[in-house]
């Protein structure tokens, strides 16, 4: 009885590791060797498709996906697919998982707020959100400083695709009337100082010219000539006549 017992037990752990065996050779054997077997296919494009299309013409082709992440495209549409692995033409055994990257479309920015400020500031705010400087608009302005900027356009607040130009009015300051130069040719230094300073105007350069027989610090030569145009702050020079001295 107890040698029939022995063998009985020897008998079952035979079995059962006959099973063991078999399990084992099973899956790291004979299914890998199936798997190598497997048939190849080739990996569609589904790049600009979206992930419903991109699904059931993976699926058609006996392959899976996986939508993997997210980026900023500028080209393909929010959405769609932007990216694929393995690329399309790539052959691969059925039932492998195709990773998808899908489009957030166009990254945007905010156009930051700049009226008011300095256009050397403007530009700053402007480049540190990843925007450029566009076409820059002077126009004249009663309330709003020289150099400061008006408005902007797109106006702030508004998205904008990064990279993208932001143009700029900018105050030129307040109008200045346009009148014709008076003749100061002839006139003592301090009376063409008198009416320069009348007239809104500036003196700059003051020649002293060589002369006999005139008069000390008359007016001689000035610029720009009697009549031409000139606007309130445009500066004056003039050539004076000084006595020559005696040998």
């Not at 008011?116 to 076409?135: F, T, Y």
């Not at 302005?141 to 008006?150: F, L, P």
Request: overall charge negative; charged content about 25%.
């Amino acid at each position: 009885m107890g040698n029939l017992t022995k063998r009985i037990v020897i008998a079952l752990a035979l079995v059962i590791g006959a099973f063991f065996i078999g399990v084992l050779g099973f899956n790291f054997v004979i299914m890998p060797w199936f798997v190598k077997l497997g048939r190849e296919v080739e990996v569609p494009d589904v790049l600009g498709r979206n992930v419903e299309e991109a699904e059931a013409i993976l699926s058609q082709a006996k392959l899976d996906h996986y939508v993997q992440s997210r980026i900023f495209d500028p080209i393909v549409p929010r959405g769609l697919v932007a990216r694929q692995n393995p690329a399309p033409g790539r052959r691969v055994k059925e039932g492998k998982k195709v990773y998808l990257v899908l489009s957030s479309g166009p990254q945007v920015v905010r156009v930051p707020e700049v009226a008011g400020i300095r256009l050397e500031q403007a530009e700053r705010l402007i480049n540190l959100v990843g925007l450029k400087l566009g076409e820059v608009v002077w126009t004249y302005s009663g309330t709003v400083a020289r150099g400061d900027v008006i408005m902007s356009n797109p106006p702030a607040g508004e998205e904008l695709e990064l990279g993208r130009s932001v143009e700029l009015t900018v105050s030129e300051g307040t109008r200045r009337e346009s009148f014709a130069m008076p003749n100061l040719i002839g006139l003592s230094l301090d009376e063409a100082k008198a009416i320069i300073e009348m007239k809104g105007l500036s003196l700059g350069a003051t020649k002293s010219i060589d002369t006999e027989g005139i008069e000390k610090d008359v007016v001689l030569l000035q610029g720009p000539q009697p009549g031409e145009l000139v606007e309130e702050g445009d500066t004056i020079e003039l050539g004076i006549s000084s006595q020559l001295q005696n040998q």
